[in-house]
């Protein structure tokens, strides 16, 4: 076992060390992973603004946590970041704490491999990305990171166990999630009116999307096993 391997799984290990036998920490997990789950924006806002002054650094570390436990929607953050801190400030923060996350799921796959990945987003999520990396090769993140559809996470996570060198998927995660970050950013802080409501058709733009994305791949694999017949 590499030196790497070591010290992931003893830096884990603390952390289970943490959560299991600190009450504080423990109940502040849970809360936050109940908060998130809930998939209101409001409940969002109120924890957040809860810490007042220290509100930029919970919500740093609640970015990163929601990126470890995938698939926690990391998106309420950033549009609670943005009503909170305003538009461009709450962008900047979602930013950088998006990419922490991405980067702390990068070495967790690489320095622990697929099967302590796959216990974290399930086997069967993660063969579906092997698919994106096949398509696109190294174009992937940059694409996964443009498609709202895909999981921000799972694609981290995967690159993670390709040969893919840390500097090369950083710079394209920067880069492709920047624009989804500024536009749920500029929505987060002008939430109300039409704002609110173009935020709601893109939504289900998004979710159209995701139909017709399942339709197509559907079709494309019956179509190929007719083909192959």
């Not at 609640?62 to 436990?69: E, I, N, Q, T």
């Not at 970041?81 to 990419?99: E, P, R, V």
């Not at 980067?103 to 990305?129: M, P």
Request: charged content about 15%; overall charge positive.
């Amino acid at each position: 076992m590499k030196k790497s391997q070591i010290f992931t799984l003893l830096a884990i290990f603390i952390c289970l060390l943490i959560y299991f036998f600190i009450p504080s920490i423990n109940t502040w997990i849970n809360k936050s992973v109940a908060v998130l789950s809930s998939l209101s924006i409001e409940k969002v806002i109120e924890f957040l603004r809860s810490y007042g002054k220290t509100a930029a650094i919970v919500s740093f570390v609640l970015m990163v946590l929601a990126a470890v436990l995938a698939p926690i929607p990391q998106f309420l953050i950033t549009l609670s970041n943005a009503a909170i801190f305003g538009w461009i400030g709450g962008a900047a923060l979602s930013w950088t704490s998006a990419m922490a996350g991405a980067a702390l799921c990068f070495f967790i796959a690489k320095y622990l491999g697929r099967d302590a990945v796959e216990k974290i987003v399930s086997k069967k999520v993660l063969d579906s990305s092997d698919a994106y990396f096949a398509r696109y090769g190294e174009h992937t993140i940059l694409v996964c990171r443009l498609l709202p559809f895909v999981s921000f996470d799972l694609i981290s996570y995967a690159a993670g166990l390709t040969n893919m060198k840390f500097k090369s998927f950083f710079i394209a995660t920067g880069i492709g999630q920047l624009p989804a970050t500024l536009v749920y950013s500029y929505f987060g802080g002008n939430f109300s009116g039409g704002a609110k409501l173009i935020f709601i058709s893109l939504m289900l733009l998004f979710a159209i999307s995701i139909i017709i994305y399942i339709a197509k791949s559907i079709y494309e694999k019956k179509y190929n096993k007719t083909s192959n017949n």
